[in-house]
């Protein structure tokens, strides 16, 4: 009795010591997920600091306050991430001692099925007639062949916990590959959030330097942003009627195919859907393609044509993401560009614009960083670079463009002017900016093709 005692106890110690360790590393899962929880909501109340933000006036306490705020979103973001890092972590230990489990239930099903296995050969090896002269009593010849049946019981029992433990072993080792994508993805994530810190702080540190802390400063650097837009826009507007190229609107994709992905991730554009009272679209959409209101009011700027792309609001520091496979056609930074006179080119910013095998380019305007450079193959979703506002930008957003590839052409202004033989111009010509330009009828509205 005390060595079946002793036995049992053997046998229950291994599975009790599984379960509290799973017990204990759920309990540091589930005080993950706590921390989720709470970080989210703060994140969800910085969110909702900035759409305020947003609302009023243009001004440069405002604009450092959005600084601030995005960094705290960032930072709260990063814990976050780190988090879910930390609980996967735990999960696939929690699955691995699971893992383990099985194959020892798997080792030892396994043996018990050898020995029934061992008793059926013994038993087949004797015949039937001396098994029943073997007996003492018919009563002894019965309950060998109860026995035996019990065996064939007992065996398929053996069998079919074998193969619901190896199906479970199979769901396990699945699952520790899921949770250790998983991984991959979320450390993605965390270097994409630090880097879009450093591109806040970045943001941040400039426009300081740039108005010395002064109000004053600030409204004269939006003044001239404004002035020397409007000279370029008029320049580039003649310089566009002087392209000999021909776009043939038989090779484009058809209008309403949706062949083009959102520049952003999906949890970036869902956060817009939840968000649609601010801007009142469910995409972040802060200007139209075409004649829109804004364009209309400020003629002096866009020259009576239009918007020639989409403005997505997005914080500095997020993470723009191809519209669709293709190849990176080139890239650029018309900040660079400065006339004589010391006067900045106030255009795309930081940009890079993609060429996709269906006649069709796409351009991401404004950015405060690039993470791909010419020649370069891109998939859809893959990180171009980071949103900010750079260039001809108030607040942060990302100008998305669609262009007919054979209506485009990246050029250097400032040679392309002297070879037509005019004068200086604006400082994004005479300083030699570098950036796509395009006939009239390429510009193509990016919402017939999202």
Not at 213 to 218: I, R
Not at 367 to 383: F, R
Request: include cysteine; charged fraction near 15%.
């Amino acid at each position: 009795m005390k060595r079946a005692l002793l036995l049992f106890l053997f046998l229950l110690f291994p599975a009790f010591a599984h379960a509290q360790s799973v017990s204990d590393l759920q309990s540091q899962i589930d005080a993950h997920n706590s921390q989720i929880a709470s970080l989210e909501t703060d994140i969800l109340a910085y969110q909702k600091q900035l759409d305020a933000l947003g609302t009023t006036k243009n001004t440069l306490q405002s604009a450092i306050n959005s600084l601030s705020l995005s960094q705290k979103q960032l930072a709260a973001q990063i814990k976050v991430t780190q988090n879910k890092i930390a609980a996967a972590n735990l999960q696939i230990q929690e699955l691995t001692l699971s893992i383990g489990n099985k194959e020892s239930l798997i080792a030892s099903d396994e043996a018990a099925i050898g020995k029934a296995l061992e008793g059926l050969a013994e038993r087949d090896a004797t015949p039937l007639v001396a098994t029943l002269l073997s007996t003492r009593s018919l009563g002894e010849a019965w309950q060998a062949a109860d026995a035996a049946v019990e065996l064939n019981r007992a065996l398929d029992a053996h069998i079919s916990e074998l193969e619901a433990a190896r199906a479970a072993l199979a769901d396990n080792r699945d699952k520790v590959s899921a949770a250790k994508a998983e991984l991959v993805s979320l450390a993605a994530d965390l270097a994409l959030q630090k880097k879009s810190v450093d591109a806040n702080k970045a943001a941040q540190t400039v426009l300081l330097a740039q108005t010395k802390n002064q109000e004053a400063n600030y409204q004269k650097l939006l003044a001239d942003k404004v002035s020397a837009e409007k000279v370029f826009e008029q320049e580039l507007a003649d310089l566009e009627g002087q392209l000999n190229l021909i776009v043939h609107p038989g090779l484009l994709p058809k209008v309403g195919s949706g062949v083009l992905s959102w520049p952003f991730s999906l949890a970036f554009m869902q956060n817009c859907a939840a968000r649609h009272s601010l801007f009142k679209n469910f995409f972040c959409i802060t200007q139209y393609f075409g004649n829109t209101p804004f364009t209309t009011a400020n003629p002096q700027i866009y020259n009576s044509m239009g918007h020639d792309g989409l403005d997505i609001g997005a914080a500095i520091g997020t993470p723009v993401r191809a519209a669709l496979t293709g190849s990176v056609l080139g890239t650029g930074n018309t900040d660079l560009a400065h006339d004589s006179r010391g006067r900045q080119c106030y255009s795309f910013g930081k940009w890079v614009m993609v060429e996709h095998g269906n006649g069709l380019s796409t351009l991401y305007a404004h950015l405060s960083e690039i993470d791909v450079a010419a020649g370069q193959s891109v998939a859809t979703g893959e990180v171009l670079g980071l949103s900010g506002m750079t260039g001809y930008a108030t607040g942060p957003h990302l100008h998305f463009g669609v262009y007919a590839t054979e209506g485009t052409e990246i050029l250097n202004l400032s040679k392309w002017r002297s070879s037509t033989g005019q004068s200086s111009g604006s400082p994004c010509t005479d300083g030699g900016a570098i950036m796509p330009v395009a006939t009239k009828d390429a510009y193509l509205n990016p919402l017939s093709y999202l």
